[in-house]
């Protein structure tokens, strides 16, 4: 059983920062992508940012230059640092990650429930 729980959100004042983090656990022999996504009251869920497991990181066009990703291969960790945040950056943040079980297993999808992110003065 492989679990992916998210922490870090929480009520920031616009231009502020945070800080989430991603922890994955369980039946893990390896991690290719993580990624994190947004879903914002009455939008659709939207890719925020990836990072492989060599490094290489992609970002939502808007948001390039205000978060970044990484990650801890050896904690199985991804974090999102945001800065600059903005009232439209509220939403529900999820991790998500390819994972394989075993040597001999497919990679399957994961998603954590979410942490919430709230901008706002």
């Known amino acids: 059983q492989v679990q992916l729980v998210e922490s870090g959100g929480g009520l920031v004042q616009p231009g502020g920062s945070l800080r989430l983090s991603c922890a994955a656990s369980g039946s893990i022999f390896s991690i290719n992508h993580m990624r994190w996504y947004r879903q914002a009251p009455g939008k659709l869920r939207e890719l925020v940012a990836a990072i492989t497991n060599g490094g290489t990181t992609n970002y939502a066009s808007s948001l390039k230059g205000r978060f970044a990703i990484s990650r801890d291969n050896a904690k199985n960790m991804v974090y999102l640092q945001m800065n600059s945040l903005k009232p439209e950056d509220t939403a529900v943040y999820y991790c998500?990650?390819?994972?394989?079980?075993?040597?001999?297993?497919?990679?399957?999808?994961?998603w954590g429930k979410g942490t919430l992110v709230t901008v706002s003065s």
């Open positions: 998500n990650a390819d994972i394989t079980g075993s040597y001999y297993s497919h990679a399957m999808d994961y």
